[in-house]
């Protein structure tokens, strides 16, 4: 079980000079896990909603700074002093503090950057894929369709043998 003692937000600048989240979540261990998201850029209508400052002036309106605010005040008001057993739990708690589906109340990048920095600090004690392979897997069915990693297709791959 992990006790998480603070839990903080940061506006960092990704990879392309775009403003993103970034959280750090400290645990009463005296363990760290941070992690930063990138910004998104699907508009899907059924796309989580990342959470912008609209101003103009800074950034062209892509700064963070709400979704910064939302990390240090409602999802760590809500998060700090509970114990969690497993990545899930904690996804769980993160999501009941937005209340919405789409994540529009505290914004997508906020709630993601916070379970991303939980998972890391996971990491180095349980191997990533088998957490969220377990916790989050689809059953799958077998398909008959083979990929041909030679370029053709099985259906090509018939006819020119029937030629």
């Given at each position: 079980m992990a006790t998480v003692c603070a839990l903080r937000g940061l506006e960092v600048l990704d990879s392309r000079g775009h403003p993103t989240v970034k959280a750090t979540c400290d645990l009463a261990s005296g363990a760290r896990g941070a992690a930063s998201v990138p910004s998104g850029a699907s508009t899907g209508a059924a796309e989580a909603i990342e959470r912008r400052d609209g101003e103009v002036h800074r950034y062209h309106g892509l700064g963070c700074r709400q979704a910064v605010r939302h990390i240090d005040e409602d999802l760590a008001r809500a998060i700090v002093g509970r114990a969690f057993s497993s990545q899930q739990a904690w996804d769980e708690a993160?999501?009941?503090?937005?209340?919405?589906?789409?994540?529009?109340?505290?914004?997508?990048?906020?709630?993601?950057?916070?379970?991303?920095?939980?998972?890391?600090?996971?990491?180095?004690?349980?191997?990533?894929?088998?957490?969220?392979?377990?916790?989050?897997?689809?059953?799958?069915?077998?398909?008959?369709?083979?990929?041909?990693?030679?370029?053709?297709?099985?259906?090509v791959r018939r006819r020119r043998a029937s030629w």
């Open positions: 993160l999501v009941a503090c937005d209340g919405t589906e789409r994540k529009a109340r505290l914004g997508a990048n906020a709630i993601l950057a916070c379970s991303l920095a939980f998972a890391r600090w996971r990491s180095p004690r349980f191997s990533l894929d088998g957490t969220y392979g377990q916790t989050y897997a689809r059953p799958t069915h077998r398909s008959k369709f083979r990929p041909d990693f030679r370029g053709r297709s099985p259906s």
